[in-house]
């Protein structure tokens, strides 16, 4: 009995606040008439939110034991990570292998495929913030000032100067990894919450800048007419001005496949450059370093290690990847604008890497997977895409605190896993 | 005091504000020898050593530090990991290891310096050189030497947070013994550990000095636990100096018993003084 009596206080606390809030948000309405504006009182909308409220508090209270007994029992990736890890090669090579055949396979059309590039380009994004944060611990809310610094370092030096895309790739990573290092410098004392408010702040000062410098960058009508990649010289349009297109350098019917194929193929090599750099770097002295600074400052200073140059190396590389993949970005998109590098962006990213599991590269595929692909499922909810997609992300934070897949390996063992007896 | 003098400490002043937590501190440190700071709680113990390893700019004093066979350098100038590179190693009084790494990366990390210089700042290793992999399985070897010293060698492969407390104690000492420091410095090593890991905590510090031919500084505040390791020991009350000396020398100093007992009328072994780091 008093169960229910709780249920029914906290029920009716909740209504009030929602009555609260709602009188002057949900009750009220301006409707614009011929002569100016008048209001509109809407009480039944009232009534149904409080109702909503109230019966949605009660059905809350009344299941949360059994919400409680029923996460122990929820289903973990305890089996998958077990596959993981036992064979470890042969799943990243059975992964690898799929991403490389994707475009061949049935049922796989050319909007699949450029679904696909566009989460290939968030994967590459996510293991480079992977460095910045995963591996480095410093929490950057401002990453995609380096994807945005990339971006527009080739979408300038491609229209002003006519360089093509291979040859502004390495300039792109390496102008990103300098703004890196702009960044780095006098944050280098900030930790946790105050350095993610200072790199948030670093990402929006990018993006005005790029609004309001019109003669650098156009402002906000963007860059248009941006090069795209090409195979070896070879160009995916009907017709070149001078040489040979792709189609009819191999004698194949023109077909606007060829370029997001070979577009997705770009990121896929980009992507995979990117982990095998990641995984190696992890096992150097320079990812130890990054990892020991996660742990604990003091003790790395202690130990010899200049914490100046091992963050900046971090915050460097992590840029570095940043800003490839926003020059892959600008020459797919053919045209960029400030639009494009919102705060939002820089959110996902990291909302990427926390799902995946920090450190975890794997589980980063599978978060920017589901981070990408869910809300173009949801595209028929446009309204409500936002909505389902944080309740989502809460779910699995609830799920999996740690994330999808959040298991350290270390960098180099004693002992082959699972036994005592030396190699 | 002896002819391998390591370090030598010369009034040493360090004041927070108008709080004087050391005044005009002067003592050496030699090779070969384990020299103990001891004093009650809220002596200045901890902030000797903080000045010492660059956590604190100390506000007068020259500390000279000369490794045998290289220039002197003075610390007082220095920053903190500079001052580990020249060959300090430190342990803390509440244990700093790093704990999501396993017990075995946390001994190679103390070779940093070494290991990025064979990779060439991480070219070779990105290469996969072998020049880099000799160097790393030279620091393996390093490792495992000293894990089997402080009994770890088959936990080598654990988280190091998992580790008991009293392993974490002596992994924390093989970390800096990695560094290949030429003074090792503790802070409070025996702290929270019982009488057995405390007696086989002395027989490896002595063992260290003995076969590394090192030195030692450490900070103790329980008198008996240095009195039967250490060669040398200075005293601290207040911050001030109050002996310096043989153990059995100090031992008997009215002013030292006076610092630890107190007087009849003022009987108050942990007269702290507020505020002070220990």
């Not at chain 1, 009188?23 to 309405?29: A, C, D, S």
């Not at chain 2, 002595?206 to 020991?233: A, C, F, K």
């Amino acid at each position: 009995m008093t169960a229910v009596f709780t249920a029914f206080k906290e029920a009716g606390l909740a209504s009030l606040v929602a009555f609260l809030l709602a009188l002057p948000l949900i009750g009220f309405r301006t409707n614009t008439t011929g002569t100016g504006l008048n209001f509109e009182f809407r009480w039944e909308a009232l009534v149904v939110s409080v109702v909503i409220v109230f019966v949605g508090r009660c059905v809350l209270t009344s299941t949360r034991g059994l919400w409680q007994q029923s996460r122990l029992h929820l289903p973990s990736f305890g089996y998958l990570r077990s596959v993981i890890d036992r064979r470890r090669v042969s799943f990243a090579v059975i992964v690898v292998l799929v991403a490389l055949l994707f475009p061949f396979m049935p049922e796989v059309d050319r909007r699949a495929i450029d679904l696909a590039t566009l989460v290939l380009i968030y994967v590459m994004l996510g293991w480079g913030l992977n460095i910045v944060v995963g591996l480095a611990g410093l929490l950057d809310l401002g990453y995609v000032a380096f994807y945005a610094v990339g971006a527009y370092t080739f979408a300038l030096l491609g229209t002003v100067y006519d360089w093509s895309f291979w040859g502004c790739l390495p300039i792109a990573g390496a102008v990103a990894a300098m703004f890196g290092v702009l960044l780095g410098y006098p944050v280098l004392r900030l930790r946790g919450d105050y350095l993610a408010i200072v790199t948030l702040g670093f990402g929006e000062i990018i993006r005005v800048v790029l609004t309001n410098w019109v003669a650098l960058s156009g402002g906000p009508n963007g860059i248009a007419g941006i090069p795209r990649p090409t195979l070896f010289g070879l160009e995916f349009t009907r017709r070149t001005r001078e040489g040979h297109s792709f189609h009819e350098y191999f004698d194949l019917p023109f077909s606007g496949d060829h370029r997001i194929t070979f577009l997705y193929y770009v990121i896929l090599i980009l992507a995979l450059v990117t982990n095998v750099f990641v995984l190696r770097i992890r096992k150097l002295p320079i990812g130890r370093a990054w990892e020991a600074l996660r742990e604990d400052e003091i003790a790395c200073r202690s130990l010899g290690i200049n914490p100046v140059n091992t963050k900046l190396s971090a915050f460097a590389l992590g840029a570095m990847f940043g800003g490839l993949a926003g020059a892959f970005f600008a020459s797919r998109n053919g045209f960029i604008s400030p639009e494009s590098f919102t705060f939002i962006e820089s959110a996902i990213i990291l909302s990427i890497v926390v799902l995946g599991g920090m450190g975890s590269q794997i589980g980063i595929v599978l978060a920017a997977a589901a981070l990408i692909l869910l809300p173009e499922a949801l595209r028929e909810f446009s309204e409500y895409r936002m909505l389902v997609f944080g309740l989502a992300m809460v779910l699995v934070m609830l799920w999996r605190p740690r994330g999808l897949l959040a298991h350290r390996k270390p960098t180099l063992t004693l002992y082959p896993s699972g036994s005592r007896t030396l190699k | 005091m002896t002819i391998n003098e390591l370090l030598r400490v010369e009034h040493l002043t360090m004041r927070f504000g108008g709080l004087v937590a050391i005044s005009d501190l002067s003592f050496s440190a030699a090779q070969g020898e384990i020299t103990a700071i001891i004093g009650p709680n809220g002596a200045g113990k901890t902030t000797v050593f903080n000045c010492l390893t660059g956590f604190y700019k100390p506000t007068v004093g020259r500390l000279t530090f000369t490794v045998q066979g290289k220039q002197p350098v003075y610390l007082e100038r220095m920053d903190g990991f500079r001052i580990a590179r020249a060959g300090i190693g430190r342990t803390f009084q509440n244990i700093r290891l790093f704990p999501a790494m396993s017990v075995l990366e946390n001994l190679i990390v103390a070779q940093h310096n070494e290991l990025m210089r064979a990779s060439l700042f991480s070219v070779a290793g990105l290469l996969g050189l072998s020049r880099y992999y000799d160097a790393e399985n030279e620091a393996i070897e390093l490792a495992k030497k000293w894990l089997d010293r402080i009994g770890l060698i088959s936990d080598a492969d654990r988280q190091a947070g998992e580790l008991p407390y009293g392993d974490q104690r002596r992994l924390e000492i093989a970390r800096a013994m990695c560094s290949k420091p030429a003074l090792l410095c503790l802070d409070e090593p025996a702290a929270g550990l019982n009488r057995n890991e405390s007696g086989a905590l002395n027989e490896l510090l002595r063992d260290i000095r003995d076969t590394q031919g090192i030195g030692i500084l450490l900070i103790e505040h329980d008198m008996s636990v240095v009195m039967n390791i250490s060669d040398h020991i200075v005293v601290l009350d207040y911050g001030q100096k109050i002996s310096d000396g043989f153990p059995t020398v100090v031992r008997h100093d009215p002013r030292v018993i006076r610092a630890y007992l107190g007087e009849e009328e003022d009987y108050d072994v942990d007269a702290v003084q507020p505020g002070l780091p220990c």
